[in-house]
């Protein structure tokens, strides 16, 4: 059982540029999240999603799109890069969003963009 | 006002003492108290749901006061590897278009225990 696995786990990007953060989990859970984490800030959540075929957005959605094509996988996409978006990229995923506190969380995804 | 609210630390604390955090949330309507453990450059992972009644896990132990809308965490006996950030993470109903409900984190007490 793998739980939630991201990649990639680093990438540096330039302005403008754009790139797939690809979100996978092995517990069959309903509910995925990408947050992202900033110093000084606590987790945001950027976009969600109910089920497969499902999303929906969070506090800070601009500047990204997802996708919910598999129930195991979520996509993140940057369509086009900027420098407020370095970050740290975090994917979770829950069974259900009453319970949304057992959330499970991947390692992350360190992205800086120049 | 910030949703959820913590003193950042770093907290430095000798091995063997007792350390508390506090945090403090602004919407009393929250529902669920919880406290995440994050390492460094690691994922955050559940350490413990904080309940009414105030609750336990071996050294930690976790107090809701809903009166003054605030959470805490006590650790005792503290050892090296509870060296870590831990998040407070509040619940809450929203209504707005966003969904039913929400997670709010805070941004985190660092605190490392000293050998």
């Known amino acids: 059982n793998a739980g939630v696995t991201q990649t990639p786990k680093f990438r540096v990007l330039k302005t403008g540029q754009s790139m797939t953060l690809l979100c996978a989990q092995d517990m069959n859970h309903e509910y995925m999240y990408w947050y992202r984490q900033d110093p000084g800030m606590g987790l945001r959540l950027i976009h969600y999603s109910v089920g497969e075929g499902t999303t929906a957005k969070g506090e800070v959605p601009d500047g990204y799109n997802v996708s919910r094509l598999k129930k195991q996988n979520f996509l993140l996409g940057l369509e086009s890069a900027a420098p407020s978006q370095t970050s740290v990229y975090f994917c979770?995923?829950?069974?259900?969003?009453?319970?949304?506190?057992?959330?499970?969380f991947g390692p992350g995804t360190r992205l800086t963009v120049t | 006002r910030k949703e959820v609210e913590q003193d950042p630390g770093p907290f430095n604390v000798p091995e063997g003492a007792t350390v508390a955090f506090n945090c403090t949330y602004s919407?009393?309507?929250?529902?669920?108290f919880f406290w995440y453990r994050q390492d460094c450059r690691k994922e955050p992972k559940l350490l413990m749901s904080?309940?009414?009644s105030g609750n336990e896990d071996g050294r930690f132990t976790a107090q809701l006061n809903r009166a003054s809308q605030y959470i805490s965490l006590l650790i005792r006996d503290s050892k090296l590897s509870d060296s870590a950030t831990y998040l407070c993470v509040v619940n809450h109903l929203l209504i707005s278009n966003f969904g039913n409900e929400k997670l709010t984190f805070g941004t985190g007490t660092r605190l490392t225990i000293i050998p």
């Open positions: 919407n009393s309507a929250s529902q669920s």
């Open positions: 904080v309940y009414s």
């Open positions: 979770a995923s829950s069974y259900e969003e009453l319970n949304a506190y057992e959330q499970y």
